[in-house]
């Protein structure tokens, strides 16, 4: 049978559609659900639209290091630029000290780039927190009012990563809430042509 779900009327503020999960986002599937490599994959577009060609180019050999396991020397190349505020740098030192298991330093890096509210950072620092809340002394609350945050600036990896843990909640707990919530936050990435989102919708019989 068809599954149904309830819908926002017409002229409803959009915003009003992104809710904070009433249980735990399993770590791991933040992680995965979005499928990127590297986090450099990631933002690399990103990095090449706002960087001097110098800067794109330190920034392409620290990746090139990371690729070879140099992770310390690949934090080293990127320093400086992080130093002087750069939220790219920010988050790649993030990934290469976390490879290298200071997870201390690793913290540090990518609370400094949340500071600067790049979606995507508040995005990793909520999975950071999801993941060892403890460890780190925080809530994992706190780690999904960050995610949230993403999805409400439209980011489409927490879109789809908070759409699939509601589908996946509701499959375990049949509770229509969570269902609703995960097909409402897997049409917002879907409008932005997010092609996993948009299989997810058509698989479960839902509109994109």
Known sequence: ????ENR???GEDEDKQVTRPE???????IYSATGYVSLYTRIRDEIIDISTEAEAGVFADSHKKAGSGNYLE????????????NVYAQMLLYEYYSR?????EAIMWLQRASKKHHPFADFLLGA????????????????QALLVKGAKKGLVDAQYVLGMWGINS?????DQRQYDMGVR???LAAKQNYQPAISMLKGLGADP
């Open 1 to 4: 049978m068809k599954k149904t």
């Open 185 to 187: 936050m897997l049409r």
């Open 74 to 85: 690949a934090a080293q190349s990127i320093k400086s630029l992080a130093l002087s505020g």
């Open 100 to 104: 290298l298991d200071q997870s201390k």
């Open 128 to 143: 950071a927190y999801i993941a060892d809340s403890e460890g780190l002394g925080r809530t994992v609350a706190e780690g």
């Open 170 to 174: 509701y499959r375990k707990s049949g």
């Open 23 to 29: 249980e735990p986002v399993q770590a791991e599937s």
């Open 8 to 10: 926002n009327q017409p």
